[in-house]
């Protein structure tokens, strides 16, 4: 094992920068799958059955086939068609098809809003229906019950399966590293592997970044928990 290599300067830059590529990738991913995951939610639970068919379907797609396959499709499919290529240049949104960070945020984002808007729906499916009663009961609307009572007691819920689909996302950032031109946590290791042919040093680093990262969140998600969800633990006498 040669771990003088892993501790040199160019090399730790070189980890720096995908480390603050897979930060940005996971945290823009996530506020745009989270806004996209509620409004998907949102039409789950719609009375508008053709509405929540479409979105169903569309869940359905994104949770039955692999990520990596997403991905592909998206870079190496859809930024690729002669349609979009010939427009790339100076039409809005086709521009950002050339840029491999967009076309990874493209499909994670879509990734993580289908799997969590079906999350969210199912917790806004489950709240009780007292509460909703007591609600309607003082005369909210409609509106002023999902946006007062079911979505807070929804997102409060959720927060124990969502701490799961952030921390699988944290994860599934290394396939950008299957990208060209991407360097994230997993293409440093790639590229130190491929420079020095040390396989385990370079990985076993880049998995302890990932460790590290891994064990932040789930501090965090548990700090949430216990503010947020402290009435339902169990009572102590």
Known sequence: MNWSVIAQPETLQLYG??????????????????????????????????????????????????????????????????????????????THFKDAFFCALLAFSLNTAGYTAEMLAGAMKETAAGEIEAAQAVGMSRWQVLRRIVLPSALRRCLPGYSNEVVMMLHSTSLASTVPAMMDVTAAASRIYSDYYLPFEAYLFAAGIYLCITFTLIGLFRSAERRFLAHLAPRTH
Do not use: M
């Open 17 to 94: 920068e995908g480390l603050i590529t897979t930060l940005w990738l996971l945290c823009s991913s996530l506020a745009i799958g989270g806004v996209l995951a509620l409004v998907f939610a949102l039409a789950l639970v719609s009375p508008i059955a053709p509405l929540r068919w479409v979105v169903g379907a569309y869940t359905y797609v994104i949770r039955g086939t692999p990520l990596l396959i997403q991905l592909y499709l998206i870079y190496y499919g859809l930024a690729q068609l002669e349609w979009i290529q010939a427009r790339w240049d100076d039409v809005w949104p086709w």
